[in-house]
């Protein structure tokens, strides 16, 4: 018997809150969830999170994530790519690989706070879009 997977589907999704905005495309390749998550001056790849779902340490009831991270020097994409994997990793319960890479210069501490808040928004308007993707397959 063959295994039907979805077909790759590429979408694009982005913050919203006018200053220091960020982006991800994402696909879902098979049953896994592909996202890169770049913005800024240079975006890049400055880590990589891959993350599958478990069942949680506290409540085994609950699904919760774990992630392996590797980030390249001098980069601090590391939180980030961890944090977006292991949620959607967990939302989804699928496996998920997450690439992060976003750069401005001179960024001020402000400006820190608010991709925060931009990545919180992002991950979840990501788990939206792949939820919404996985259903049309």
């Known amino acids: 018997m063959m295994t039907t997977y979805p077909s790759f589907l590429d979408a694009h999704v982005r913050s919203q809150s006018g200053?220091?905005?960020?982006?991800?495309r994402i696909g879902w390749v098979g049953d896994d969830l592909l996202v890169?998550?770049?913005?800024?001056?240079?975006?890049?790849?400055?880590?990589v999170a891959a993350a599958h779902p478990r069942p949680s340490l506290k409540n085994?009831?609950?699904?919760?994530?774990?992630?392996?991270?590797i980030c390249y020097?001098?980069?601090?994409?590391?939180?980030l790519a961890k944090r977006s994997a292991e949620i959607?990793?967990?939302?989804?319960?699928?496996?998920?690989?997450?690439?992060?890479?976003?750069?401005?210069d001179n960024l001020p501490p402000d400006g820190i706070d608010q991709i925060v808040r931009?990545?919180?928004q992002l991950v979840t308007l990501i788990a939206e879009k792949a939820k919404s993707i996985r259903t049309m397959n």
């Open 88 to 104: 959607l990793a967990a939302i989804l319960n699928t496996r998920v690989v997450v690439t992060a890479g976003i750069h401005w």
């Open 19 to 24: 200053s220091f905005d960020i982006e991800a």
């Open 36 to 47: 890169s998550i770049y913005g800024g001056e240079k975006p890049h790849i400055g880590a």
């Open 73 to 79: 020097t001098a980069h601090k994409e590391d939180d």
């Open 118 to 120: 931009n990545s919180r």
């Open 60 to 69: 085994p009831a609950l699904t919760s994530a774990t992630a392996s991270v």
